[in-house]
């Protein structure tokens, strides 16, 4: 049987259970294993990343040159689960991963947490222990469905082998509709050895879940009129979207209404940078104008976005003057951070499909609030405050560069196709406030967990993405920290060896570069546990490890620049190189900051675009702030 899932799980598994008698005899005779591989290829799944061990050996057994999907071997499970993260975001589809049980499972509960705070659609499957060993601290036990319940939508124990096909037809459905997420298979050894008797399809038994997916009752109109009375409205756009392919219909929206688009991190790209109504990212490290934009609206629509901290700053001062439309498929997400106005319930692109006509009908009865104040503000902020960054100010003649200006030249120099994927730090943000995303699901990073380490693997699914869904013709460049990197280098062996041929970035500063910039701003320049010694200056190079010359030992490309001109140069190298993974490795300033910001825990009105230079603060008011305790963490960035 397939049980339920407490968070104890195992503590309802009997220990020794009675042989359960195989009432089902329709189908093919075969192993719970052989049924597992039958049930991925019947659900249309192509590629599947992972690693094997002893408790999931049956199933690996089962995967041989006829198997009809891709198998990509990793070199640590949680690169497995990030793989399958970067599979999922650049085609759309669930991503699926394989590993063992014990540490195996318990290495892969990083990807699944990380795919949980995103709604990225993923099902891992773990290999367990026979029944008859559970919660008895067998060899490589560990209960994944008891540590993975607060993480996952949904887990499953397996204990027969006739529930295998169901199981993985529900976990697929489930992973992929609604609001997506991580569903985890623990699939003990029992139910991968024991006999069963498939057939295909499978009636999936899933009583309660059925997600909304369409507006209901008068919210629809009730939101239409919140348009027709707002002068200062604002679309702040989130993940959600990205997930729902909803970039069509908010671009209309827009257009429809005059109304900005702020996004949130995950969500960039979703309407082209090119579009004049993008102001961009709002919140901690976001624009001005898309941040002032949410400040001062009346009306703000959160389009699956879910408020999170990094977006709303102090949520009680987070557009303080705004009536709220929140559009989730996840009721939990409506008014769990802030109350709204109208709550609609429903998918994103069906909602939005719904409530434009019920705008323009609204609009044909009072016509269109005038918006021309508004812009002006907006254009404002944008001709006052764009996106800027300072060149070093003592770096040694050949070197170091400005990591900001790195990242616009690989923008400038890239494929308009191309996919990029960031791991976690500075690099991140300048990632995203600097490349030019003209296409949705065009980018790829860790946001709500922030996993350093994502990148890599990450970078190696979208690739393996790319290549099933796009014949490869996006290429997939990855900025990553050296920090960061670090964490999954290993994994550039399965870059080479399963024919990903990424191209990396190493922002190399030397240092955990946003750890050293709150060291900075908030305490007092004290530098604990911050250098990293990979890379100090060009005439004294302390390189542990030696970024090139790791990549030449996994037969990778290595390059490193230390001036423009070379900067340059590596760039349209790399770009011309297609038959293997090619890393450069950047050395850069580091003393380069992330602005603009808004500190912890403070307002977004106190958002510094600057030290010293708050915009969205009258000088009185940034006199008060600074008095304040709310205000001291701006007042430290200011001085410093």
Same mark, same amino acid.
């Given at each position: 049987?397939?049980?339920?899932?407490?968070?104890?799980? !195992?503590?309802?598994?009997?220990?020794?259970?009675?042989?359960?008698?195989?009432?089902?005899?329709?189908?093919?005779?075969?192993?719970?294993?052989?049924?597992?591989?039958?049930?991925?290829?019947?659900?249309?799944?192509?590629?599947?990343?992972?690693?094997?061990?002893?408790?999931?050996?049956?199933?690996?057994?089962?995967?041989?040159?006829?198997?009809?999907?891709?198998?990509?071997?990793?070199?640590?499970?949680?690169?497995?689960?990030?793989?399958?993260?970067?599979?999922?975001?650049?085609?759309?589809?669930?991503?699926?991963?394989?590993?063992?049980?014990?540490?195996?499972?318990?290495?892969?509960?990083?990807?699944?947490?990380?795919?949980?705070?995103?709604?990225?659609?993923?099902?891992?499957?773990?290999?367990?222990?026979?029944?008859?060993?559970?919660?008895?601290?067998? !060899?490589?036990?560990?209960?994944?469905?008891?540590?993975?319940?607060?993480?996952?939508?949904?887990?499953?124990?397996?204990?027969?082998?006739?529930?295998?096909?169901?199981?993985?037809?529900?976990?697929?459905?489930?992973?992929?509709?609604?609001?997506?997420?991580?569903?985890?298979?623990?699939?003990?050894?029992?139910? $991968?050895?024991?006999?069963?008797?498939?057939?295909?399809?499978?009636?999936?038994?899933?009583?309660?879940?059925?997600?909304?997916?369409?507006?209901?009752?008068?919210?629809?109109?009730?939101?239409?009129?919140?348009?027709? $009375?707002?002068?200062?409205?604002?679309?702040?756009?989130?993940?959600?979207?990205?997930?729902?392919?909803?970039?069509?219909?908010?671009?209309?929206?827009?257009?429809?209404?005059?109304a900005p688009i702020v996004t949130t991190l995950p969500a960039r790209g979703i309407v082209p940078d090119s579009d004049p109504k993008v102001l961009g990212m709002l919140g901690m490290h976001g624009g001005i104008a898309a941040t002032g934009a949410v400040q001062r609206s009346d009306l703000l629509v959160a389009i699956g976005a879910r408020f999170s901290d990094r977006v709303t700053g102090r949520l009680d001062s987070f557009a303080p003057a705004a009536r709220v439309i929140h559009i989730d498929i996840d009721p939990a997400e409506i008014g769990k951070n802030r109350q709204p106005d109208v709550p609609i319930v429903g998918d994103v692109a069906e909602v939005l499909d719904d409530l434009i006509p019920e705008i323009k009908r609204q609009q044909a009865i009072h016509s269109k609030p005038n918006l021309k104040p508004w812009w002006a503000q907006i254009n404002e902020w944008r001709e006052k405050y764009?996106?800027?960054?300072?060149?070093?100010?003592?770096?040694?003649?050949?070197?170091?560069?400005?990591?900001?200006?790195?990242?616009?030249?690989?923008?400038?120099?890239?494929?308009?196709?191309?996919?990029?994927?960031?791991?976690?730090?500075?690099?991140?943000?300048?990632?995203?406030?600097?490349?030019?995303?003209?296409?949705?699901?065009?980018?790829?990073?860790?946001?709500?967990?922030?996993?350093?380490?994502? &990148?890599?693997?990450?970078?190696?699914?979208?690739?393996?993405?790319?290549?099933?869904?796009?014949?490869?013709?996006?290429?997939?460049?990855?900025?990553?920290?050296? &920090?960061?990197?670090?964490?999954?280098?290993?994994?550039?062996?399965t870059a080479l060896l399963d024919h990903t041929p990424i191209k990396i970035a190493i922002i190399n500063n030397s240092v955990y570069g946003m750890v050293r910039q709150w060291q900075t701003l908030f305490f007092n320049h004290h530098y604990s546990a911050t250098n990293l010694a990979d890379g100090e200056n060009r005439d004294d190079i302390v390189d542990v490890p030696d970024f090139v010359k790791l990549a030449e030992a996994y037969d990778c490309v290595g390059m490193r620049a230390f001036t423009k001109d070379e900067a340059v140069e590596a760039i349209k190298k790399a770009n011309e190189i297609n038959d293997r993974p090619v890393l450069i490795d950047f050395r850069v300033w580091k003393d380069a900051m992330v602005w603009p910001m808004v500190p912890a825990g403070a307002s977004n009105d106190e958002v510094a675009y600057r030290p010293g230079v708050r915009p969205l603060l009258s000088p009185a008011a940034q006199a008060k702030a600074a008095a304040s305790n709310t205000g001291e963490s701006v007042a430290a960035a200011d001085a410093a």
């Open positions: 049987m397939a049980t339920p899932t407490p968070l104890q799980a !195992f503590s309802g598994v009997p220990k020794a259970p009675a042989a359960e008698k195989q009432s089902i005899v329709d189908g093919e005779k075969m192993t719970g294993a052989q049924a597992l591989v039958r049930s991925l290829e019947d659900l249309g799944v192509k590629d599947v990343f992972g690693i094997p061990g002893g408790a999931i050996l049956p199933v690996y057994n089962a995967i041989n040159e006829h198997t009809k999907f891709r198998f990509v071997l990793t070199r640590h499970e949680q690169a497995a689960g990030h793989a399958a993260e970067g599979y999922a975001v650049a085609t759309g589809k669930v991503g699926v991963c394989i590993v063992t049980s014990g540490p195996g499972a318990t290495n892969v509960v990083t990807a699944i947490a990380d795919a949980n705070m995103d709604s990225i659609p993923m099902v891992v499957i773990t290999g367990q222990v026979g029944v008859g060993a559970i919660g008895t601290d067998a !060899f490589q036990e560990a209960d994944i469905v008891g540590i993975t319940y607060p993480v996952a939508k949904h887990s499953y124990l397996v204990t027969n082998a006739q529930d295998v096909p169901r199981v993985l037809a529900e976990a697929y459905y489930i992973a992929g509709s609604g609001r997506p997420g991580p569903v985890v298979v623990d699939l003990t050894k029992t139910a $991968q050895n024991g006999q069963m008797y498939y057939s295909w399809p499978q009636r999936m038994i899933l009583p309660g879940y059925n997600p909304t997916t369409k507006a209901h009752g008068h919210v629809l109109s009730d939101a239409a009129k919140l348009f027709s $009375q707002s002068y200062r409205p604002v679309l702040y756009v989130g993940g959600g979207a990205v997930r729902s392919n909803a970039g069509k219909q908010v671009k209309e929206l827009a257009d429809l209404t005059g764009p996106t800027t960054y300072d060149e070093p100010q003592d770096a040694p003649v050949d070197g170091s560069l400005s990591p900001q200006w790195v990242v616009e030249q690989l923008s400038k120099q890239a494929d308009p196709e191309t996919i990029w994927v960031a791991g976690v730090g500075q690099h991140q943000m300048w990632a995203s406030q600097l490349i030019d995303f003209e296409h949705p699901h065009s980018w790829i990073s860790s946001g709500g967990l922030g996993t350093m380490g994502f &990148g890599l693997p990450a970078a190696i699914g979208a690739k393996v993405g790319s290549q099933r869904e796009f014949n490869g013709r996006k290429p997939v460049w990855l900025i990553d920290g050296d &920090g960061s990197f670090q964490m999954t280098s290993e994994e550039l062996a």
